[in-house]
């Protein structure tokens, strides 16, 4: 017997938003940025002159709607679905 599978858009969204952020700040490492402070100034100002181009990542990060962003963020971080 076939059993259903189901799956959640929003949960398939947020692993793609949190592989995106963790490429992101791989790629500001690499660079010798401080990940952290870049982010934080990404997400703070909404400028993308924080983030490097190195391996597409202004591009990348720019992909992402920053109220999402920090939405994944802080579910994370509270651990919350």
């Known amino acids: ?10 949960e ?3 692993a793609s938003i ?3 952020l963790k490429e992101v700040y791989e790629s500001l490492k690499e660079r ?11 997400l703070i ?6 983030i490097s181009n190195y391996q597409n990542a202004r591009t990348k990060i720019s992909s992402i709607d920053r109220s999402e962003l920090v939405a994944v963020i802080v579910k994370d971080y509270l651990k919350i679905k």
Not at 45 to 50: C, F, K, L, R
């Open 1 to 10: 017997m076939d059993k259903t599978v189901l799956f959640d858009v929003e």
């Open 12 to 14: 398939i969204k947020n």
């Open 18 to 20: 949190k592989e995106t």
């Open 32 to 42: 010798g940025y401080n990940p952290i402070n870049q982010l934080t100034g990404y």
């Open 45 to 50: 100002t909404g400028d993308p002159g924080y």
